[in-house]
């Protein structure tokens, strides 16, 4: 920890000092004042963004000198970064619509968080974009079975068409556990100003975000790649990308993805207008990528003129995506037939309007997503009778 140091610095500096650390140089992080006083007309720093405890002011007259300080060394060291991001966030900005949190707050919100992170740790988990729901929902039964104590979470809740709620004024934990399921379910609910950070992403300003409708705003707090990815070696990558696919389809339905076989088909039209629409994988051979549907269906119109398309399939829960692309072709009569026999016999198409289609594609990309977007992707290019491989 830094020694007092005492500086000329006017307060409106203090005020100017950025409400985000996202994109600051670690020197200029570590030198942010966190907390300073005047003594005979010159600044006191009592702390700063890099020392490993922080101390705060807005107390009561009666707290304990111990109680006003924020130790770093009790959070899990990977951990460790991420969350000195959101108490700055917090400390610079609050909640939206709301003035500054003072020290008691935030000192409880840092307590009440201690736990959960602690939590993370015994599962090995090292950054705030693998806490899936899973993760929240296990750590609260533990908590409903071993105590009635508060369930500590990362983010702010408020409640759009009450904002004096007094779910909005909890800002460090979502109640009584047994509350927390009813309040995540309701609709009008929406997650405010503490997010997980993420360098690569840059954080609205106040004023972006007061002009963000309510839509946008829940959608741009919702968390992205929550899944786990498996382990990918990418010395060990087949030369047919089919067997690739083959691997990962199987991998995806082996931890529960549901129905993985589904894809969306994007097609565009003679004006080259695109449309999409998400269809069942009928196969995959030598011949193409089969999916089917009625020939006087926009796709079947799309196709006849347009004969070219795009497949992509996504697999949530292991960060994982795929994308074919390539030329389209019917296949013959007897196989559409055929393909039009295996459906369920409460189908009401005819069929003489039900065709087999077949992609045969000319490229495939094999995607594998990363919570520190370092995506991984693998593009199989048709050569003739073979393939290229880039990674």
Not at 154 to 183: D, E, H
Not at 266 to 295: E, H, M, N, S
């Amino acid at each position: 920890m830094r020694k007092n140091t005492m500086l000329a610095l006017p307060h409106s500096d203090l005020d100017a000092q950025p409400g985000d650390v996202r994109g600051l140089p670690k020197s200029e992080r570590d030198a942010l004042i966190i907390n300073a006083t005047q003594v005979d007309g010159q600044w006191v720093i009592i702390s700063r963004y890099g020392d490993d405890a922080w101390q705060l002011d807005g107390f009561s007259s009666n707290t304990q000198a111990n109680k006003k300080w924020l130790d770093f060394s009790t959070i899990p060291q990977a951990l460790r970064g991420v969350i000195k991001a959101i108490l700055y966030r917090y400390l610079r900005r609050g909640r939206y619509g709301a003035s500054r949190p003072k020290g008691g707050g935030v000192r409880q919100f840092f307590s009440d968080t201690r736990p959960f992170l602690r939590h993370l740790q015994t599962l090995e988990i090292d950054h705030l974009g693998a806490v899936t729901p899973l993760v929240c929902s296990i750590r609260s039964r533990e908590r409903i079975r071993d105590s009635n104590r508060t369930f500590p979470v990362l983010m702010c809740v408020s409640t759009a068409s009450n904002p004096a709620s007094s779910t909005t004024r909890r800002m460090s934990s979502f109640g009584k556990t047994r509350f927390a399921p009813r309040l995540i379910a309701r609709r009008n609910a929406r997650y405010v100003v503490i997010r997980p950070v993420c360098p690569d992403r840059p954080t609205p300003t106040r004023e972006q975000d007061e002009d963000m409708n309510e839509l946008t705003r829940w959608l741009r707090d919702q968390p992205s790649l929550t899944g786990t990815a498996p382990p990918l070696d990418l010395s060990g990558l087949p030369a047919d990308p089919h067997e690739l696919f083959d691997t990962w389809i199987r991998a995806a339905a082996d931890v529960g993805v549901p129905e993985p076989r589904a894809t969306t088909l994007a097609t565009a039209d003679a004006d080259g207008r695109p449309d999409a629409r998400t269809l069942i994988l009928k196969g995959v051979d030598a011949d193409g990528w089969q999916f089917a549907g009625l020939r006087s269906s926009a796709k079947g119109a799309q196709l006849a003129e347009n004969p070219a398309a795009a497949l992509n399939f996504w697999w949530q829960p292991v960060m994982r995506a795929v994308r074919v692309r390539g030329t389209v072709r019917e296949a013959t009569p007897e196989e559409s037939a055929a393909d039009f026999g295996a459906r369920p016999a409460s189908s009401d198409a005819a069929p003489s309007d039900w065709v087999l289609w077949r992609l045969v594609p000319e490229r495939i990309e094999f995607w594998q997503g990363s919570p520190e977007r370092r995506h991984t992707r693998v593009v199989y290019t048709r050569a003739g009778d073979d393939w290229t491989r880039r990674a």
